[in-house]
């Protein structure tokens, strides 16, 4: 069983960047791959950004692609979904989740996604 906490979220202005943290706790955590994903207000959940188990490679959505990167550090058991450039439409609530297959094409279909955080508000100010 694995157990997800993110960290990092907060207000920032429009220009301005913010580090999320995904903390987990729990076996296997090492061999998932792993995503962010955003649900704003009003608006269904998406997924922001996917990596493999390892780090060798990642996906991210259209709208984050050249400002957001996703790393991670499996000595640490942490992923980190760094964010530049934020803008007024990142404003929402960002979830981690662990998919137990080792890929991130699982993560972004959504297969075996098991894990999820409880999610942490970015709001970013115009």
């Known amino acids: 069983q694995v157990q997800l906490v993110e960290s990092g979220g907060g207000l920032v202005q429009a220009g301005g960047s913010l580090r999320l943290s995904c903390a987990a706790s729990?076996?296997?955590?090492?061999?998932?791959?792993v995503g962010w994903f955003r649900q704003a207000p009003g608006k269904e959940r998406e997924i922001v950004a996917a990596i493999n188990w390892n780090g060798s490679g990642t996906y991210y959505a259209d709208s984050v692609a050249g400002r957001f990167t996703i790393s991670r550090d499996n000595a640490k058991n942490t992923v980190h979904l760094q964010m530049n450039s934020l803008k007024p439409e990142d404003t929402a609530v960002y979830y981690c989740?662990?998919?137990?297959?080792?890929?991130?094409?699982?993560?972004?279909?959504?297969?075996?996604?098991?894990?999820w955080g409880k999610g942490t508000l970015v709001t970013v100010s115009s």
């Open positions: 989740a662990a998919s137990h297959y080792s890929d991130y094409s699982s993560v972004v279909k959504q297969r075996g996604m098991d894990y």
């Open positions: 729990g076996r296997g955590f090492s061999l998932y791959a």
